[in-house]
């Protein structure tokens, strides 16, 4: 059976479903034994009595912390791997120093974007350079591939069974926050906006903000209308988006942002019929234009009262098709039969 390692800072096995695991679940249907390593593997596989010196004597800042880690785990993952796909992330570090027959990129964030060390963007080259292929999820990051014959545009495949219209009942910590209610799935990290937020809580006082998601520094003294929930499995997200109104991206501006032409989060809300409204960013709105956009806070209160008025239509959903599992997942097996079997030669 052929072996593919998968290198991606997250758990395999948890709550967040990122791209690149998506793509390892098809290559496990394809017949693939899959192995997958995240950064807390990493940083621990080594000895109990020794793993714990890394944090703290070393500093991830400092490149001898990974070369360290690296060393000290080598002989744990030291195969000749038939495929090692690794996404923007620390692990392109053990990417670059991990033997395979096959390299592939997920190429799905702007890696500088999250404020790595330096020396991180000159890995991600490196890894660019030895990748047969590199699957990005945004055509705005095109420019970082030179070899465009290996460039492959796949944004995050959509499974429109994980969001059905019939029979979905209401979660049980949703059914005493009151309606309408605008929703927000997704990571609640530096990137999220809760001045938005905020404004528009305080300004439309009828209205139930539900975040759901890993957080980390919450402002003090939230509105009573905004609700935190917290992480809930992706499989189950399609019950909170049923039973919401609006889907809400409030996000601040930065790189990161406007590197994204394809966010998933749009085609998730668009799954179940929601309007949406967003920060408005150039790339972001050409492709999707039935998005309602706000670049002043100003705009958000009207906005909400606009598509409120609108209220969900799952004509919506037909735009999601075009990035359904079955489409993105038949080119990957394409790009993976050219490659495993010898027709792409770099």
Same mark, same amino acid.
Request: proline content about 6%; some cysteine; charged content about 25%.
């Given at each position: 059976?052929?072996?593919?390692?998968?290198?991606?800072?997250?758990?395999?096995?948890?709550?967040?479903?990122?791209?690149?695991?998506?793509?390892?679940?098809?290559?496990?249907?394809?017949?693939?034994?899959?192995?997958?390593?995240?950064?807390?593997?990493?940083?621990?596989?080594?000895?109990?009595?020794?793993?714990?010196?890394?944090?703290?004597?070393?500093?991830?800042?400092?490149?001898?912390?990974?070369?360290?880690?690296?060393?000290?785990?080598?002989?744990?993952?030291?195969?000749?791997?038939?495929?090692?796909?690794?996404?923007?992330?620390?692990?392109?570090?053990?990417?670059?120093?991990?033997?395979?027959?096959?390299?592939?990129?997920?190429?799905?964030?702007?890696?500088?974007?999250?404020?790595?060390?330096?020396?991180?963007?000159?890995?991600?080259?490196?890894?660019?350079?030895?990748?047969?292929? @590199? !699957?990005?999820?945004?055509? &705005?990051?095109?420019? +970082?591939?030179?070899? =465009?014959?290996? *460039?492959? %545009?796949?944004?995050? $495949?959509?499974?429109?069974?994980?969001?059905?219209?019939?029979?979905?009942?209401?979660?049980?910590?949703?059914?005493?926050?009151?309606?309408?209610?605008?929703?927000?799935?997704?990571?609640?990290?530096?990137?999220?906006?809760?001045?938005?937020?905020?404004?528009?809580?305080?300004?439309?006082?009828?209205?139930?903000? @539900? !975040?759901?998601?890993?957080? &980390?520094?919450?402002? +003090?003294?939230?509105? =009573?209308?905004? *609700?935190? %929930?917290?992480?809930? $499995?992706?499989?189950?997200?399609?019950?909170?988006?049923?039973?919401?109104?609006?889907?809400?991206?409030?996000?601040?501006?930065?790189?990161?942002?406007?590197?994204?032409?394809?966010?998933?989060?749009?085609?998730?809300?668009?799954?179940?019929?929601?309007?949406?409204?967003?920060?408005?960013?150039?790339?972001?709105?050409?492709?999707?234009?039935?998005?309602?956009?706000?670049?002043?806070?100003?705009?958000?209160?009207?906005?909400?009262?606009?598509?409120?008025?609108?209220?969900?239509?799952?004509?919506?959903?037909?735009?999601?098709?075009?990035?359904?599992?079955?489409?993105?997942?038949?080119?990957?097996?394409?790009?993976?039969?050219?490659?495993?079997?010898?027709?792409?030669?770099?």
């Amino acid at each position: 059976m052929k072996k593919a390692l998968i290198l991606a800072p997250n758990r395999w096995d948890g709550t967040l479903e990122v791209g690149i695991f998506k793509f390892a679940k098809f290559l496990k249907n394809l017949g693939f034994e899959i192995r997958s390593i995240n950064l807390e593997g990493f940083r621990y596989l080594p000895s109990k009595t020794f793993g714990w010196i890394f944090p703290k004597n070393l500093g991830k800042q400092y490149k001898i912390f990974w070369n360290l880690t690296h060393y000290l785990n080598s002989f744990k993952v030291w195969e000749n791997w038939d495929i090692l796909m690794c996404d923007a992330s620390h692990m392109l570090f053990f990417a670059n120093r991990i033997k395979a027959r096959t390299k592939i990129y997920r190429l799905n964030d702007y890696l500088e974007g999250f404020g790595l060390p330096s020396f991180f963007v000159d890995e991600e080259k490196r890894f660019i350079e030895l990748s047969h292929a @590199v !699957i990005s999820a945004h055509s &705005t990051l095109s420019y +970082k591939v030179p070899d =465009k014959e290996k *460039f492959f %545009l796949l944004p995050n $495949p959509i499974d429109l069974e994980l969001f059905p219209l019939e029979g979905v009942e209401e979660p049980p910590d949703l059914k005493n926050i009151p309606k309408p209610r605008i929703i927000y799935v997704g990571a609640v990290y530096q990137w999220f906006d809760w001045e938005a937020v905020i404004y528009c809580a305080k300004e439309l006082k009828n209205l139930s903000f @539900v !975040i759901i998601g890993p957080y &980390t520094n919450i402002p +003090k003294d939230i509105p =009573k209308n905004v *609700f935190i %929930l917290g992480k809930r $499995p992706h499989t189950r997200i399609y019950e909170y988006l049923y039973h919401c109104d609006i889907g809400f991206i409030p996000f601040k501006l930065s790189p990161l942002i406007t590197h994204m032409d394809y966010p998933n989060k749009v085609l998730e809300y668009f799954a179940m019929g929601l309007p949406v409204v967003s920060i408005h960013w150039e790339s972001f709105s050409k492709n999707f234009p039935e998005v309602m956009f706000y670049k002043e806070y100003k705009e958000i209160p009207q906005l909400l009262k606009e598509a409120l008025k609108r209220g969900k239509d799952y004509a919506l959903r037909e735009k999601v098709l075009e990035f359904s599992s079955d489409k993105i997942f038949s080119k990957f097996k394409e790009i993976i039969l050219e490659l495993t079997h010898g027709k792409i030669t770099r």
